[in-house]
């Protein structure tokens, strides 16, 4: 089966399973913090377990941070593969880093905390980017070229298993030990995909080219003295400007720190030869275009975690309770313990017809919405199912789906009916622009967070979004390596992750919003807007990207 998977009729490199399993180890650790870090924040410290007990906007504002930068580095990451390091010495560099930064965040202090989750962003930028050029590199030998989408189908497929089974091992490890040992579990995680990497050297040494600096590109010390020193020093000032333009002064700081960063790839298109303006250009758009994706999606780990903790039914079903007992996946909520006071300016509480907020003061929030005869007798605590549990249903849809999505496009392909790479983009954006709608119909049948929700909304919104996320994110990797320029190839890969990270902040901003929403159905229509405008564009501009493709794609 393995062998049938990665390397039918030799259609695949060899390299393919190794750099599957080093992403899936990488990415294990990678979604157990996500899935984590909200909750961690929001949770109080009990003198022995617990987290900071931040509000919910402090919370998101440090994720939506957090994920911004995390994938803003891959620009320096990738500059410096291409030019310096290589691609298999940054990755290994990379991995190192964000293996202690996990490790680091086990310790319950503030200090190690911000500590670790930077060297998780700087370590990223070594790995992400490269491994997925050392992966196109590797496609593009004749013989494997035909196959590159469905490479990183596969590819994608490796980034969601590891998704997939971190939340169940988060929640053992959190339910069974604590929250630090969750932590160290990520970084396990990360060692473990490292020395998979380790293994299979021998099959990268064709991918690993570090590309010859032409008379077009710029210095690495004049980029460093006109990009990133600027870009520090945007930074600070949106630090320090008086007010809160993007909602609070870390979010000022991540968008002023861009603009430089962004000024540098509209330069590498002003400055690049005629041959290389279009590929650029289109780039530039998919990129531009495919923030807004991001800014939907990356709610998973904010406004999605917030509905799956305190909106959705999380009792299971008593035949089989005993199985989640057994794996410790259930964490216990009590009516006696107070929790509403800490959250009265962050959370939805119920209000009276004349406006007067109604605290339920002597319960855990969870029980806000639930009916009075569920409330176990005597405040007993009730069992429910850990909510970074629910994070696993993207990547189960990823994984389920994967295979029937490069199904269907093989069979397209047979027919020469298969969409182009830019085209899938497009209606990857389409599809995921009705993903909100589902969390719609949820608002209105729970009466607006009223009652509590089934989880079925959570797998009808994730399912969507992951069909449209199959459509744009691995095909947005394989658009970037067959169009950019062969020396810009990893720069241009830390671009299309700049667009992740300014979706990232994004998402951030706008789940802090959710407060100021009274219908929660408004929040999520808003969403659905902002994917339906880009999807919008991308289709007026088909026509142009799709003939650039077929001219400039390699």
Not at 198 to 220: A, C, F, Q, W
Not at 301 to 313: C, K, M, N, P
Not at 377 to 399: C, H, M
Request: hydrophobic share 50%; charged share 15%.
């Amino acid at each position: 089966m393995r062998k049938n998977l990665f390397m039918k009729e030799k259609k695949h490199p060899k390299a393919l399973p190794y750099l599957f399993f080093s992403e899936m180890w990488e990415r294990f650790g990678y979604y157990l913090i996500i899935g984590l870090l909200t909750n961690y924040l929001m949770e109080r410290w009990d003198g022995t377990n617990g987290g900071f007990a931040m509000s919910k906007k402090e919370a998101f504002d440090i994720f939506g941070t957090f994920i911004a930068f995390v994938f803003l580095t891959p620009f320096v990451g990738g500059l410096l593969a291409d030019r310096k390091l290589g691609y298999v010495r940054s990755v290994v560099l990379g991995g190192v880093l964000m293996g202690l930064g996990y490790c680091l965040m086990s310790v319950h202090d503030l200090v190690y905390l911000y500590t670790g989750l930077g060297l998780v962003v700087v370590g990223n930028g070594f790995f992400k980017p490269n491994i997925s050029t050392l992966l196109g590199n590797l496609y593009n030998k004749p013989e494997f070229k035909a196959n590159k989408d469905v490479g990183y189908n596969i590819f994608y497929m490796g980034i969601n298993v590891g998704a997939l089974i971190c939340n169940f091992i988060a929640a053992y490890l959190r339910n069974t030990y604590g929250w630090g040992f969750a932590f160290l579990g990520a970084g396990a995680g990360m060692f473990l995909g490292l020395v998979v990497f380790l293994l299979g050297l021998r099959h990268y040494r064709e991918g690993n080219i570090i590309k010859p600096v032409t008379s077009e590109d710029m210095p690495l010390a004049k980029i460093f003295s006109t990009i990133f020193l600027p870009a520090i020093i945007f930074g600070a000032l949106g630090w320090l400007i008086p007010g809160d333009i993007f909602g609070s002064d870390s979010s000022d700081a991540f968008i002023f720190s861009t603009l430089p960063v962004i000024y540098f790839y509209v330069s590498l298109y002003v400055r690049a030869s005629m041959q290389d303006k279009k590929p650029i250009a289109a780039l530039l758009v998919v990129m531009l275009v495919s923030v807004m994706f991001w800014a939907v999606f990356k709610q998973n780990g904010t406004a999605l975690t917030t509905w799956a903790r305190f909106y959705t039914d999380r009792t299971v079903p008593e035949p089989v309770k005993p199985v989640f007992e057994n794996l410790q996946l259930l964490e216990s909520v009590s009516p006696e313990i107070t929790l509403v006071d800490q959250y009265d300016a962050t959370f939805d509480l119920i209000k009276d017809d004349s406006g007067n907020v109604v605290k339920d003061t002597g319960r855990d929030i969870y029980f806000r919405n639930m009916p009075a005869g569920e409330i176990p007798a005597g405040n007993a605590p009730l069992k429910v199912v850990n909510t970074e549990i629910y994070q696993s249903i993207n990547p189960f849809w990823v994984v389920a789906l994967t295979p029937l999505v490069v199904a269907f496009f093989m069979f397209l392909r047979r027919r020469n009916k298969e969409p182009s790479t830019p085209s899938k983009i497009a209606w990857g954006l389409f599809i995921s622009s009705l993903s909100p709608l589902v969390m719609v119909t949820a608002v209105y049948f729970c009466h607006n967070g009223a009652e509590k929700a089934s989880s079925w909304w959570l797998w009808g919104v994730y399912g969507v979004i992951t069909v449209g996320e199959l459509f744009l994110s691995p095909m947005g990797l394989s658009l970037v390596s067959k169009l950019s320029p062969p020396r810009l190839t990893s720069l241009m890969m830390g671009g299309w992750f700049l667009s992740t990270s300014i979706g990232n902040k994004l998402s951030g901003i706008l789940a802090s919003l959710w407060d100021t929403y009274d219908n929660k159905a408004n929040f999520f229509l808003t969403n659905c807007l902002l994917l339906f405008i880009a999807a919008v564009i991308i289709f007026i501009l088909l026509k142009w990207l799709n003939r650039v493709f077929r001219e400039h794609a390699h």
